[in-house]
């Protein structure tokens, strides 16, 4: 499979910040609200509104992709708690969600796939020309700046990580320290929900390798792998 994505494909990585962040968590509406990282779909995603993609072509085309993030810098967690109305026949429900804003967060964001596609990435970033504001979805954040753009034209494949995340169907052990920030959250695949393992300060150990560019994995758009 390497050696497939080799042939086709090359890569793109480049620092991201953000004054705020809000990376819902997949299968919920309340409790925690925010990955630490946004995930493959979201880092596509970002990457397509860039480009001027669409959501029918952002649909269509993700899985021609492989994406990942790794945390470079966090500025702290803020948690606020905002009242959620429910719509109901007759009547209006109203509890509270407990939502998490990571601050001044810093990223190294890396994707793989068509070369065109990727050049044109590039070209885009390099130029600070986007078609659209990126955007999210279902997540929320507030962009500020990009820097250290590079092409990548070969990968590495690797057993470890740090400060990023694995689907917990892979990870082998995990290496904490008096600073480490670890969750292990849900996300949804093929209807069904998954977990990941995510955190700050944190070097994970897989049982099988993973493809990787400046110590940021590759996953499919749905985080599988040759295991799920």
């Not at 601050?103 to 994707?111: D, E, G, N, S």
């Not at 596609?117 to 507030?142: M, Q």
Request: glycine fraction near 6%; charge should be neutral.
């Amino acid at each position: 499979m390497a050696g497939d994505w080799t042939m086709e494909g090359i890569g793109l990585t480049v620092d991201v910040l953000f004054d705020l962040a809000h990376f819902r968590v997949h299968t919920t509406m309340k409790g925690r609200s925010s990955y630490l990282l946004p995930l493959p779909t979201t880092i596509i995603g970002f990457f397509f509104s860039i480009l001027g993609k669409s959501r029918e072509h952002y649909i269509e085309e993700r899985k021609n992709f492989k994406a990942g993030a790794r945390i470079i810098d966090i500025g702290g967690v803020c948690r606020e708690n905002a009242q959620l109305l429910k719509l109901k026949t007759g009547r209006e429900d109203r509890t509270t969600e407990e939502l998490m804003l990571l601050l001044r967060p810093k990223y190294k964001f890396a994707i793989w796939g068509e070369r065109e596609t990727i050049y044109l990435l590039h070209k885009k970033l390099n130029n600070f020309e986007f078609n659209f504001v990126p955007y999210a979805g279902i997540s929320d954040f507030i962009f500020f700046d990009i820097k250290n753009l590079r092409i990548h034209k070969y990968f590495e494949e690797t057993y470890t990580l740090k400060n990023s995340y694995a689907p917990r169907n892979i990870v082998d052990s995990v290496e904490l320290s008096e600073k480490s920030i670890l969750y292990n959250l849900p996300y949804t695949y093929s209807g069904k929900p998954e977990f990941v393992v995510m955190g700050v300060n944190v070097s994970f150990k897989l049982k099988n390798k993973i493809m990787s560019i400046e110590g940021v994995p590759l996953y499919d758009y749905f985080l599988t792998t040759d295991e799920t």
